[in-house]
């Protein structure tokens, strides 16, 4: 964010061997063990053509969730569903995740830092215990090294073509292609809210607008079944059965 600040050009990728401060939403750490894994931030400047800035900055984090699904598929020829919105899983564990940052100095040429932890190489009794049931690697599903070099090559050429449609026609094509790999879809789910303020209920659809429609579980929410909650920010936890 310090070089988006000082002018860094769009497009300019920052890449690390490891993380001493890894972080995730609301400051959580991130396990950033050096040379296994993939850490890099992206510098986006610039608004899509026909998109409100609002849609904008909701759609980027979408966007890239997909390139980086779509460069595993590629590379690794590992299948990752995503959990709305950012989230990478593999076999219900997290292998990815995804953090954007903006900054609003001019709302008619946003900056947005895409920051990406990727694990790829670590096996899984190097994961903290507490890690171990709920993180996992693109290694222990592969069983074999992944050249991280190609990874991100791949990676960052599915990203500059993914924002590249966004800016120019639009989210159809990549909600639908969104949508195939979106495992929250018809789950239950908490949707933990602004002040600790939790939704329940069930997830039904994407908007093209980059929301999440949740239809409230009746018996916590007290209204009518066929209403739907537009959720714009929040964390997902889906509800296991």
Request: aromatic letters at 4%; one cysteine or more.
């Amino acid at each position: 964010m310090a070089l988006a600040q000082d002018g860094a050009e769009d497009g300019t990728v920052i890449v690390a061997e490891s993380q001493s401060a890894g972080r995730g939403r609301h400051a959580r750490a991130w396990f950033s063990p050096p040379g296994l894994n993939l850490y890099c931030s992206i510098i986006v400047r610039g608004l899509g053509q026909g998109l409100s800035l609002a849609d904008w900055l909701s759609w980027i984090p979408l966007t890239t969730a997909l390139a980086v699904a779509e460069a595993v598929q590629e590379v690794a020829a590992t299948s990752l569903a995503l959990k709305w919105p950012n989230d990478l899983l593999l076999d219900e564990r997290k292998v990815g995740g995804i953090l954007c940052e903006s900054s609003l100095t001019s709302p008619d040429n946003p900056l947005v830092v895409i920051g990406i932890g990727l694990n790829v190489n670590v096996q899984s009794d190097m994961f903290p215990a507490e890690l171990r049931p709920i993180a996992t690697s693109l290694f222990e599903s592969t069983h074999r090294p992944i050249d991280r070099n190609r990874l991100l090559a791949q990676l960052l050429l599915e990203l500059e073509q993914s924002l590249d449609e966004l800016r120019a026609h639009g989210p159809s094509r990549l909600l639908q292609a969104y949508q195939c790999r979106c495992t929250t879809l018809g789950r239950q789910v908490r949707v933990v809210l602004a002040a600790n303020e939790e939704l329940l209920g069930t997830a039904v659809a994407i908007t093209a607008n980059g929301t999440l429609q949740v239809r409230p579980a009746t018996e916590t929410s007290g209204r009518n079944k066929a209403s739907l909650v537009d959720v714009r920010a929040g964390d997902v936890i889906h509800v296991r059965g």
